[in-house]
């Protein structure tokens, strides 16, 4: 089978550990070809967000246009999209890639705590949500799009690492009104940034791959549990993960 061609569009990560470095790492790994539409460059570490410079919607487009029309997209996942304005003609874009799975994780605060996402941004998600294979939001971005993953009309992931207790559930929520659950034990460790894009980024590939959703789900949740443990313990914050070829343990 041909290696899986996984379009990611999403911001920039100075510090290595999330965002599209993360996006392609985790790609690569899995035995994906990652290609990139950048949407905003940021100037961060493992201790935050300093600096965030948009990327212009016209640039973002041009990058999407460029890959789709040469090598090709088996799957797209959605990180920081950057803009209102950015949001809706990216949504127009993938409108016109019937078939194409997407993986959206709707990013709006960083680990450290930073804003990547403003009101108009979010208002703006939910034609790229109708979109989504999968949306995948933690809990308080659940709670920011509404609370109710049932009403977002599309399957929808809910990450249980921003909970309480000694492990972590994981939720699929199916548009059938369905649900599955993963549950694992938590790893206790501030080496978790770029956890969500991992995860993401992760599900892309299984998709772009042929498996179904609950399949990618468990595969990609397998390899974020490998690389939390294989972090290098890099940086005085919330350190990237490490990535490693996928073990498949």
Same mark, same amino acid.
């Given at each position: 089978?041909?290696?899986?061609?996984?379009?990611?569009?999403?911001?920039?990560?100075?510090?290595?550990?999330?965002?599209?470095?993360?996006?392609?790492?985790?790609?690569?790994?899995?035995?994906?070809?990652?290609? $990139?539409?950048?949407?905003?460059?940021?100037?961060?570490?493992?201790?935050?967000?300093?600096?965030?410079?948009?990327?212009?919607?016209?640039?973002?487009?041009?990058?999407?246009?460029?890959?789709?029309?040469?090598?090709?997209?088996?799957?797209?996942?959605?990180?920081?999209?950057? =803009?209102?304005?950015?949001?809706?003609?990216?949504?127009?874009?993938?409108?016109?890639?019937?078939?194409?799975?997407?993986?959206?994780?709707?990013?709006?605060?960083?680990?450290?705590?930073?804003?990547?996402?403003?009101?108009? $941004?979010?208002?703006?998600?939910?034609?790229?949500?109708?979109?989504?294979?999968?949306?995948?939001?933690?809990?308080?971005?659940?709670?920011?799009?509404?609370?109710?993953?049932?009403?977002?009309?599309?399957?929808?992931?809910?990450?249980?690492?921003?909970?309480?207790?000694?492990?972590?559930?994981?939720?699929?929520?199916?548009?059938?009104?369905?649900?599955?659950?993963?549950?694992?034990?938590?790893?206790?460790?501030? !080496?978790?940034?770029?956890?969500?894009?991992?995860?993401? =980024?992760?599900?892309?590939?299984?998709?772009?791959?042929?498996? $179904?959703?609950?399949?990618?789900?468990?595969?990609?949740?397998? !390899?974020?549990?490998?690389?939390?443990?294989?972090?290098?313990?890099?940086?005085?914050?919330?350190?990237?993960?490490?990535?490693?070829?996928?073990?498949?343990?």
């Amino acid at each position: 089978m041909a290696i899986p061609r996984i379009l990611v569009i999403a911001g920039s990560d100075s510090g290595g550990g999330a965002g599209i470095q993360a996006d392609l790492k985790t790609i690569a790994m899995m035995g994906g070809h990652g290609m $990139t539409a950048i949407t905003a460059i940021t100037a961060q570490n493992t201790l935050g967000v300093t600096v965030v410079e948009l990327v212009s919607t016209a640039m973002v487009l041009a990058q999407i246009d460029a890959v789709v029309g040469d090598i090709g997209v088996d799957a797209v996942k959605i990180g920081m999209i950057g =803009s209102a304005d950015t949001a809706v003609a990216v949504a127009e874009r993938l409108e016109a890639m019937p078939g194409v799975p997407v993986v959206f994780d709707p990013v709006m605060i960083a680990t450290s705590g930073s804003v990547l996402a403003d009101f108009a $941004t979010i208002a703006a998600f939910g034609r790229l949500i109708r979109l989504a294979t999968v949306v995948t939001p933690n809990l308080p971005e659940m709670a920011a799009l509404g609370g109710d993953p049932m009403a977002l009309g599309t399957a929808v992931l809910v990450k249980g690492g921003h909970g309480d207790g000694d492990s972590i559930v994981d939720r699929l929520f199916m548009p059938d009104g369905s649900e599955l659950r993963w549950e694992g034990a938590r790893i206790e460790t501030r !080496y978790n940034h770029g956890t969500g894009c991992t995860l993401a =980024s992760a599900i892309a590939v299984g998709l772009g791959s042929g498996m $179904t959703l609950p399949d990618a789900i468990g595969r990609a949740r397998a !390899y974020v549990r490998q690389a939390l443990a294989a972090a290098p313990g890099l940086g005085a914050g919330h350190g990237p993960m490490g990535f490693l070829p996928e073990t498949g343990d």
